[in-house]
């Protein structure tokens, strides 16, 4: 079945730590994109990439790195500079390119800092 | 004006109601709208596309006002199963990115 896979589901983090959550998509899609949402808030774009090695810095970059060095795959790292860090993130994908259609998500990854 | 603006609810509604929200958007040069659904610590997930005036899928219809930038989406025939937050999203003008309203919240209640 095509689709976004995160992994892990649950992750805990002790403060200073770095951690990288899992993003790998079989649908062939150009686009993938990182969201960060907080409780009763909407969905807050971290990072986003258009094509294999090349991505950009979305509206709350500070604190978070990312890769795209294969279609597949955009890993996204919480340093220890991201001082809230604690929320459900989610990765999506979409075709990309100039046309705007619709994004798909991974199930998300749900950190917690202890 | 936000980019993307919802009443965030929640709405209350018994079982077989038809209940509507309204997702207005600050861009006029838009083309496209998505309606996605949201439960309750889970992913969004799309339900319906919008490319033109309209679409229909079954219970759920999604309309377009472009004169007063706004898009709806109606419920007809409520069912529990539909209880969730409702996500309107708009693209930006670059990047192939989003823009997502914070949500309606909604509750089918038997």
């Known amino acids: 079945d095509g689709g976004i896979t995160q992994s892990p589901k649950y992750l805990f983090r002790k403060e200073g730590q770095n951690v990288t959550l899992s993003c790998e998509q079989n649908?062939?899609?150009?686009?993938m994109y990182w969201y960060r949402q907080d409780p009763g808030q909407g969905l807050r774009l971290i990072y986003y990439?258009?094509?294999?090695?090349?991505?950009q810095k979305g509206d709350i970059a500070e604190g978070y790195s990312v890769s795209r060095e294969k279609k597949e795959s955009f890993p996204l790292t919480v340093t220890s500079a991201q001082k809230n860090p604690t929320a459900f993130y989610l990765c999506a994908s979409s075709m990309g390119q100039i046309t705007y259609t619709e994004a798909f998500f991974g199930q998300g990854t749900r950190l917690t800092v202890v | 004006r936000k980019e993307v603006e919802q009443d965030p609810g929640p709405f209350n509604v018994p079982e077989g109601a038809t209940v509507a929200f309204n997702c207005t958007y600050s861009?006029?040069?838009?083309?496209?709208f998505f309606w996605y659904r949201q439960d309750c610590r889970k992913e969004p997930k799309l339900l319906m596309s919008v490319y033109s005036s309209g679409n229909e899928d079954g219970r759920f219809t999604a309309q377009l006002n472009r004169a007063s930038q706004y898009i709806s989406l109606l419920i007809r025939d409520s069912k529990l199963s539909d209880s969730a937050t409702y996500l309107c999203?708009?693209?930006?003008?670059?990047?192939?990115?989003?823009?997502f309203g914070t949500g309606t919240s909604l509750t089918v209640i038997p």
């Open positions: 861009n006029s040069a838009s083309q496209s």
């Open positions: 990439s258009q094509i294999v090695n090349d991505f």
């Open positions: 649908l062939n899609h150009d686009a």
């Open positions: 999203v708009v693209p930006r003008d670059t990047g192939n990115q989003f823009y």
